[in-house]
């Protein structure tokens, strides 16, 4: 029992960058921007987040920089792609280089200000970052440590995209971001202002992946700053969303699955010592894992692009730029 | 309903004489290169300096510059081959893993068949890694024109599929036994390893070659005009006749396939390691992305802009050791000098005009509408 209630917290944990960074990119494709960059994004958010906390041991100034960095790096982005009509692809993976480049420099600076040491948080961060979860409640046995003993980002997070998901499918505003996202002709002829719309989700799209990035340095990084923390998970992000179908709250759940695969690989082990049928588990080669989440993906879209279901796929105009005189 | 009118003003332009454009490139660089500076004097770095570091690393020494070749030509052939694909616009960004497909395709034919003659065995590699990269690409082709599977996620999606391959076969069918402690896969024989020709092993001419013959294939050839029609309205192909899906998959065939012999190259060219392992790509295939979009497609642009991208990769290590700035700032730099450009490409297709004089003569000419 305990070995399963500690693979559900492990993986929790490992998710909540990903529900992040997929919420942040739904929030982007859903108002029709392709936005390979998220990354990039995520570097920049850890970079800041983790700075901002070290300098400061202030969680919150933390989540404010770090969502304000990937605000900046979402604007560039923005601008290019929405006011200046430049390809969505090329310039979300300049974001990626960008960005990635952006927080390694920087990162290395700390490092060499610190007399070439890791940069470490201070103790009164290190509590607020901790996994203190709810009071009362994370006593409970069981779903206490499976739901309420976790640092406080992981419930930001949850929070963050049941919002928007509530943005999305409830409210006038974010109906009208999936109308951009899906035909911004019409949109536009309906009178929506399309640049604007496009401009506030994808730099509050880009914010959330910040979050995602701050989480990365500050709470898998265990308050030690690594120049190559983010590693590849803004990539998953990109995979989630599509796994989720361009849906928050199914990401809550993908994230989970997503992150069960990254806390297999350490705790295959545990499986197979507590379960005596669960044994083949350790025989499965690490790289497995790490490959189901895009194996799955791939599936996923293919799956999807053969039922030629209208829900649950990309929004239509997504990568695509909207240029008035052209529609 | 009322609109309120934008002062500036932006329209389509008919497409610039080269000259023109030409010009626009001209300054466009030459802003992107301001800006970098910029930020290289934002650092505190003595920007002379900089400069100096970046030659000096490249242009020091004979063995300096056969590196900086090296860096180079993954890049320049990798950006070939997504070029291909782009022309049509067909957006692969599968580049990373059809390179590691073809590395991995060509250290298959080199671990079963070690004792064949050099030249076959070297030449049936560079058909695995062909095929290999290959037919990474034309899988996402296949279901791109049958089903019209999103060619962009599910190429960025095999990216992944691919480099966690190597990592298995790293851990397990292919792991040296000879390195106890950590897992690698074992060099390739001898007999695998390209031959040399002017001190740098012979991709370099395959590298050169493909260049003018993709400008060829491109410019004068039926393929190349196929490929820029479908690029530019699969229904007027269509009507015209053309099979586009056939047309589509021949074209992201070739693209991933150079993309594979890049990777074939690569390992079985690098000098120092003739090694597969997860770094083989190392972002080379995302690179090659942003160098196709900067050269515009064109192959010789390719090849100069790959150059200075090469450039930049081979004096990082110069520039961290040298003036303690971190490597990662070349990765900034470039990133800057795609921003840049990426931005001042509006300027050449749309013309923009302020319409600050004349609010009263579009007051007119509204009355006269509502007229």
Not at chain 1, 107 to 133: E, H
Not at chain 1, 303 to 315: A, C, L, Y
Request: glycine letters at 10%; aromatic letters at 12%; hydrophobic letters at 50%.
């Amino acid at each position: 029992m305990n070995t399963i209630i500690n693979f559900f917290f492990a993986a929790v944990r490992s998710g909540t960058p990903l529900l992040f960074g997929t919420t942040g990119e739904i929030l982007t494709q859903k108002s029709g921007s392709l936005n390979l960059g998220v990354e990039g994004l995520m570097y920049m958010g850890a970079f800041a987040g983790f700075f901002v906390a070290y300098k400061t041991g202030n969680l919150l100034l933390a989540l404010l920089g770090a969502f304000l960095f990937g605000v900046l790096g979402a604007l560039v982005y923005a601008f290019l792609t929405v006011t200046l009509q430049a390809n969505q692809n090329v310039t979300g993976l300049a974001l990626t280089i960008f960005g990635t480049g952006v927080a390694q420099m920087l990162g290395f600076w700390m490092i060499q200000s610190n007399d070439g040491l890791k940069p470490i948080v201070n103790d009164s961060m290190m509590r607020q970052i901790s996994d203190s979860g709810i009071p009362y409640l994370r006593d409970i046995p069981v779903i206490g440590k499976m739901f309420f003993s976790y640092n406080v980002l992981v419930y930001l997070a949850l929070i963050i995209a049941v919002l928007v998901w509530f943005y999305l499918n409830k409210t006038r505003a974010g109906l009208n971001v999936c109308a951009v996202g899906e035909n911004p002709a019409a949109a536009d002829a309906s009178g929506l202002a399309i640049n604007r719309i496009k401009y506030v989700n994808i730099m509050i799209g880009g914010g959330i992946c910040g979050l995602g990035g701050a989480y990365i340095s500050l709470i898998n990084g265990i308050g030690n700053w690594d120049n190559n923390c983010v590693s590849g998970q803004g990539w998953i992000s990109v995979a989630l969303v599509i796994f989720a179908a361009w849906n928050p709250a199914k990401a809550i759940l993908g994230s989970l699955l997503f992150g069960a695969f990254t806390a297999l690989q350490i705790r295959a082990a545990d499986f197979a010592a507590e379960f005596s049928f669960l044994s083949f588990m350790t025989k499965i080669p690490s790289a497995v894992y790490q490959m189901l989440p895009f194996v799955i993906t791939a599936v996923i879209l293919i799956i999807s692009s053969i039922r030629q279901k209208k829900e649950g796929n990309q929004p239509a105009a997504c990568g695509i730029n909207y240029y008035r005189e052209e529609r | 309903m009322k609109k309120r009118e934008s002062i500036i003003h932006i329209s389509k332009r008919p497409p610039l004489s080269n000259w023109k454009m030409a010009t626009y490139y001209g300054l466009a660089i030459l802003c992107a290169v301001l800006i970098s500076s910029l930020f290289v004097i934002l650092t505190g770095t003595d920007i002379v300096k900089f400069y100096q570091f970046v030659i000096d690393g490249s242009f020091k020494s004979d063995l300096s510059m056969r590196g900086l070749v090296r860096n180079i030509l993954p890049l320049l052939i990798t950006s070939l081959g997504v070029a291909v694909a782009f022309k049509m616009k067909f957006w692969n960004i599968g580049a990373e893993g059809q390179l590691i497909m073809g590395a991995v395709g060509a250290t298959f034919v080199a671990f079963t068949f070690p004792n064949l003659p050099h030249g076959l065995l070297i030449l049936l590699m560079a058909l695995a890694g062909i095929l290999a990269g290959g037919i990474w690409g034309l899988l996402v082709a296949f279901f791109n024109c049958k089903f019209g599977t999103n060619e962009t996620l599910l190429t960025l999606m095999l990216n992944y599929v691919a480099l966690y391959i190597v990592q298995w076969l790293r851990d397990g069918p292919w792991r040296d036994p000879a390195a106890k402690g950590f897992q690698k896969i074992p060099s390739l024989p001898k007999n695998a390893w390209l031959d040399q020709v002017g001190g740098i092993d012979i991709t370099w001419i395959i590298a050169l070659g493909l260049v003018v013959l993709l400008f060829v294939y491109f410019k004068y050839t039926k393929q190349g005009y196929e490929i820029s029609v479908v690029g530019d309205s699969k229904g007027t192909a269509h009507y015209a006749g053309m099979n586009v899906n056939g047309i589509v998959m021949r074209t992201v065939f070739i693209s991933a396939a150079i993309c594979g012999l890049a990777g074939m190259l690569h390992v079985s060219g690098d000098a120092t390691t003739h090694q597969l392992t997860m770094g083989v790509a190392n972002g080379v295939g995302f690179t090659a992305i942003i160098v196709a979009w900067l050269a515009k497609l064109n192959p010789f642009g390719v090849l100069v802009v790959s150059f200075f991208f090469g450039l930049l990769e081979k004096s990082s290590g110069a520039i961290e050791s040298g003036l303690h700035l971190s490597k990662a700032f070349t990765d900034v730099y470039q990133g800057i000098i795609l921003f840049v450009i990426l931005g001042f490409d509006f300027f050449i297709r749309y013309r923009v005009s302020l319409r600050l004089g004349s609010k009263k003569k579009n007051k007119e000419l509204k009355g006269e509408a509502e007229q």
